[in-house]
């Protein structure tokens, strides 16, 4: 059982470890478990698959490829469920590696033809070395880029199309390779393919890796502009709280101004008895104060200007609001990420709620701190009860595909060790959020 046949099918088949933890790098905010356990889980589940297939394949003379691919396909079932991730990133990931992947095999092919002198076209033990070497490299050279520029990238990128249009690309280029493997060593030394073959691997190697630089540019120019887009919104919003502010400050000088005349009245009022018009006026003059003063939810302008904003869109649909809103000072968290957070979780419920009779709209919004570095935010709104939900999260009534709402809520929650818990029931919306200060 252990011949050579053997030992060079399990170091083919031992390319599964570099490939399984390329895979965990772009997701190392969204596992389901410890990045050591993860690489602990990989490591034994690759050994495992790679002494079953070897074994498999030199007993009962299984091609390599008839055995590989239900390895891959199970493989990447397995990886849905260790990640927090929509098909589309999972899938765009997961056939990002394995093209990457099949590069190695024909780096070792080509060791085989070129410096082994390989008589058949299964490899040696020391293209299989070659093959599961050049994959342990390109492990090492992605690991910075992947853990520190493509998560960023997975994390705060949410357009499903773009993340299919890669797949498919990635797809193209591994079937592409798969066929391109020579059916004849001998061919491949003797003809102009002697030449040609290598470089055209090195080529396709640099073209993908072109492609993937691309789409991180891609990426991160329409990230950048939504995040320019959700400032400039801000500063609209600060903007129009500060015309409120200016507002108040000439409504108060008027009522300062005429304050005086009230005097007299009162003076007259008082002269005369006239307790029930003293306090009528004093009533009427409370309450225009009360009307004119803008309501401060928090200290922090960019927020408070943003609660102002959905406050008034709320009151323009009728909703009921009880709102009570403590965030920690000074603010620990990004102003753009609470921004993003709030802003989502406003935004859904005012839109949900409007789909009910005006007597039947409310929504309930709480923020506080509690043990000393716990935010809990936690919002409940009624609405119509229409929802598409799947095994992996809500799905927008508004387009298809994944509610980008809700997953950016997610997303800012996990980016700052915490978790969000979204359900329904038939007539109530709930977001739990909890995130450390």
Not at 247 to 265: C, G, I, K, P
């Amino acid at each position: 059982m252990f011949s050579k046949e053997w030992l060079s099918m399990l170091l083919q088949f031992l390319i599964l470890i570099p490939g399984a933890l390329s895979c965990y790098l772009p997701v190392k905010n969204r596992m389901r478990f410890s990045e050591r356990k993860m690489i602990a889980l990989c490591c034994l589940a690759a050994v495992l698959f790679s002494f079953i297939a070897a074994s498999a394949v030199t007993a009962w003379g299984i091609a390599p490829n008839t055995i590989g691919i239900p390895i891959l396909v199970i493989s990447f079932f397995l990886y849905r469920r260790t990640v927090r991730l929509d098909l589309p990133r999972a899938l765009a990931i997961y056939v990002g590696v394995c093209a990457i992947e099949t590069f190695p095999v024909q780096f070792g092919t080509i060791a085989d033809i070129y410096f082994f002198k390989s008589k058949s076209e299964d490899l040696t033990i020391p293209g299989a070395v070659v093959l599961l070497g050049c994959s342990c490299l390109m492990l090492a050279a992605f690991v910075r880029p992947a853990r520190e520029r493509f998560s960023k990238a997975v994390d705060e990128f949410d357009i499903p199309r773009l993340w299919y249009s890669t797949t498919i690309i990635s797809a193209i280029f591994l079937v592409f390779n798969i066929l391109a493997s020579p059916a004849s060593y001998d061919v491949v030394r003797n003809s102009r393919l002697r030449f040609i073959f290598p470089m055209f691997e090195v080529c396709a190697l640099a073209l993908l890796i072109t492609v993937y630089v691309l789409f991180y540019d891609i990426v991160t120019g329409i990230t950048e502009r939504e995040k320019l887009e959700k400032r400039s919104q801000l500063l609209e919003m600060q903007s129009h709280q500060f015309r409120e502010l200016q507002e108040y400050m000439r409504q108060t000088a008027r009522l300062r101004h005429d304050f005086r005349h009230s005097v007299h009245l009162l003076s007259t009022l008082a002269e005369n008895g006239d307790l029930d018009s003293i306090r009528a006026h004093l009533s009427e003059y409370g309450q225009r104060l009360a009307e004119s003063v803008p309501v401060q939810y928090c200290s922090n302008a960019a927020l408070n200007a943003l609660f102002g904003y959905y406050r008034e869109m709320a009151d323009s649909e009728k909703i009921r609001i009880d709102w009570r809103i403590e965030l920690p000072e000074p603010l620990t968290f990004s102003e753009l990420d609470m921004a993003a957070l709030f802003g989502n979780i406003m935004e859904n419920a005012i839109s949900a709620c409007s789909t009910l009779p005006e007597g039947e709209r409310y929504f309930n919004l709480t923020a506080e701190i509690r043990h000393g570095n716990n935010l809990y935010i936690v919002s409940t709104n009624s609405f119509d009860g229409n929802v598409r939900k799947g095994k992996d999260g809500y799905y927008s009534t508004k387009h298809s595909g994944h509610g980008t709402g809700l997953i950016s809520i997610a997303a800012a929650a996990e980016k700052y060790g915490g978790s969000a818990q979204i359900r329904n029931n038939n007539n109530e919306f709930f977001v739990d959020v909890v995130m450390k200060i």
